[in-house]
């Protein structure tokens, strides 16, 4: 389904979705210890780090369920509300918990309100209705990663701004809600904009009623590898905390900033355009290629310098947009529709929700190996390219 512009209107409403998307990554993941801290206050701190990952990241497993919920409601009841508002509901539920009341009954809100905001913001993706238009807000397009990755940097922004502001005891008492609350007030404002000033509301729209075929496997192998740039974006929002409960030796290497994100986007902004002009089935095996190529030399180099470190994460950030680039071109070549487009990148969340809390872990109490890095990569694009090859159609 091709995404139409109104001619009456000049901001589509489903831009929003991505920016709050990763916003809400970033902010979450910013605000990891305090949270822990908060919700599992009797646990060692390494340990409620693990556990706090995997509450949080309930947003990407509920996704791979959000049909399901559409056809439990019918699409009835979701389909009379503004999406904002309901969004907005979502983050409600997030900050509804209290010392004063059972830490269990306080994780399971919290918990309710990461489920209700990660199927909302799958819905969303399927697609919303802006005055009477349908428009798709599939994440697999260029410019939503890159509305994306705004999300993320506003959230790393506003995390370091407050985190100056409030003392650490202020925000593991509770504090940690200010976040959520800019959230909701970023939201009401472009509510505000959408009602007033373009006098339009943005709601759910429901014309799935049949599940589409795919073939899990081939989704598998195609959508792990947008994993990739999902982890790089994890680290770069966890950057803040998680260095300083690692391994020492992991220090530098997860200290994942601004420029390696901003690489990321550049590479990806500069990059499309030359290989569309080149073709998108020749760029997705030159994207392929040249990455298997340049991890397998790296996996057989010397790592003890600090320049290693720093080349890795030039290397992570150029396979980083390689990855969305070759994601993207993959299902175009393929002619998927928007629905399982979504659907299938819900399954890559959904294995992502239990890979990251893993890669904390390992963070933690282990020494990162730079060359099973580049390893991991190597075959991660050879799998890639073998089912790219193997498949006449992408």
């Avoid at 139409?4 to 809400?24: A, C, M, R, S």
């Avoid at 959230?183 to 009602?195: E, N, P, R, S, V």
């Avoid at 969305?324 to 175009?332: A, H, K, M, P, T």
Wanted: aromatic share 18%.
């Amino acid at each position: 389904m091709q995404r139409k512009k109104p001619k009456n209107v000049t901001l589509e409403g489903n831009d929003i979705i991505p920016f709050i998307d990763g916003l809400d990554l970033s902010v979450s993941l910013s605000i990891l210890t305090y949270l822990s801290s908060f919700f599992f206050n009797t646990y060692d701190t390494r340990v409620s780090l693990i556990f706090m990952t995997f509450l949080i990241l309930l947003s990407f497993v509920s996704r791979i369920f959000d049909l399901k919920i559409k056809s439990l409601l019918k699409g009835e009841l979701l389909s009379k509300a503004n999406l904002l508002i309901l969004i907005i509901l979502s983050y409600l539920l997030h900050i509804l918990v209290f010392t004063d009341i059972s830490n269990v009954l306080s994780i399971i809100i919290f918990g309710i309100g990461r489920v209700t905001f990660g199927i909302l913001t799958s819905l969303a993706y399927r697609g919303v209705n802006f005055n009477g238009k349908t428009l798709n807000c599939n994440l697999c397009e260029i410019k939503n990663w890159f509305i994306y990755a705004l999300g993320l940097s506003f959230g790393a922004l506003v995390y370091m701004l407050l985190n100056e502001i409030y003392s650490n005891d202020f925000l593991n008492e509770g504090g940690w809600k200010i976040f959520y609350l800019i959230i909701i007030l970023l939201i009401l404002i472009k509510l505000i904009i959408f009602k007033f000033v373009l006098k339009t509301k943005i709601s759910l729209q429901f014309e799935y009623s049949e599940f589409k075929y795919f073939s899990l496997p081939s989704s598998l192998i195609t959508n792990f590898l947008i994993i990739i740039p999902l982890l790089s974006f994890s680290i770069f929002s966890s950057s803040n905390w998680l260095p300083k409960f690692s391994n020492p030796e992991n220090l530098h290497f997860l200290s994942y900033d601004y420029l390696y994100l901003f690489l990321s986007i550049m590479t990806l902004v500069f990059v499309t355009p030359l290989a569309n002009l080149v073709g998108k089935r020749r760029s997705v095996i030159f994207f392929n290629v040249s990455i298997i190529l340049l991890a397998t030399v790296c996996s057989f180099i010397n790592h003890d310098s600090t320049y290693s470190i720093d080349f890795l994460k030039l290397f992570i950030s150029l396979a980083a947009s390689f990855s969305i680039c070759s994601f993207v071109f993959q299902f175009q070549i393929k002619n998927r529709t928007s629905f399982n487009t979504i659907t299938q990148f819900n399954i890559s969340l959904f294995f992502l929700a239990f890979l990251l809390p893993v890669t904390f872990y390992c963070s933690i109490y282990y020494t990162i190996n730079y060359s099973t890095i580049y390893i991991f990569f190597a075959l991660v694009y050879f799998i890639n390219i073998t089912n790219f090859s193997l498949n006449k159609n992408g």
